[in-house]
């Protein structure tokens, strides 16, 4: 079993829509990032959680360290959102351990 | 200061030959890591430098792996003897972390595809 689970592998909306991606993980970390990547490879550092909630424009990111579980929310999505949201966390060290990545497509 | 740079961005190579990469992170980081991503799978850890100390590498480096960061800045990734199974995109991301323990956020390079014939 991967350290790090990502539910769903594959996610399609239509424009507009609530779309929730979750993660779970299995060790006890310090810390868990959201990332996005668009195709070509290019990763952006969306979120760094440690506890609670963070919201940033139609982002909205949250983590219960007591069930070991995120969620990375896209509020009113668009196209634009479409990539891959993959999560990742700091345990021991100074490593990342990442999930194996959501790929989200939204329709116009 | 643009963010972190690679180079080549794609490399296409025959099985057996030696490759090298090359990543720039931002100029102020003191942290260099190296992931490899194979398709439809998350990035996975190999290396990490803090200044120029190498200080943890992944049980997935294999001795044909060898990365450097001689002068704290930029860091090389040379992979000898090169075979199939090497195919993925080499990601480098950098952090400026100035104490242990302080959760940092790591910046991204757009990684260097390598296809292995």
Request: net charge positive; aromatic share 8%; charged share 20%.
């Amino acid at each position: 079993k991967n350290e790090v689970e990502q539910s769903p592998q594959n996610l399609t909306a239509q424009e507009g829509e609530f779309i929730t991606i979750n993660c779970s993980y299995s060790v006890g970390i310090s810390a868990l990032h959201w990332l996005q990547q668009h195709p070509g490879g290019g990763i952006v550092s969306l979120f760094m959680l440690s506890s609670g909630k963070k919201k940033h424009g139609r982002l909205i990111a949250t983590i219960n360290i007591q069930e070991k579980h995120s969620s990375l929310h896209i509020t009113a999505s668009h196209p634009r959102d479409s990539a891959v949201y993959i999560c990742a966390v700091k345990a021991a060290g100074n490593k990342l351990t990442f999930g194996g990545g959501t790929r989200v497509l939204v329709k116009p | 200061d643009t963010g972190v740079s690679q180079d080549p961005r794609h490399k296409i190579t025959k099985r057996g030959q030696n490759v090298t990469f090359r990543c720039d992170p931002i100029s102020e980081h003191n942290r260099l890591y190296w992931y490899r991503q194979t398709l439809g799978q998350g990035p996975e850890f190999l290396t990490y430098f803090q200044n120029e100390a190498q200080l943890e590498k992944s049980r997935l480096l294999s001795d044909r792996f060898s990365a450097e960061r001689p002068k704290g800045s930029f860091s090389t990734l040379e992979i000898q003897r090169t075979e199939q199974g090497d195919s993925a995109m080499y990601l480098c991301a950098s952090s400026w972390a100035p104490v242990a323990g302080l959760r940092e956020t790591q910046y991204f390079g757009p990684g260097t595809r390598l296809l292995v014939l």
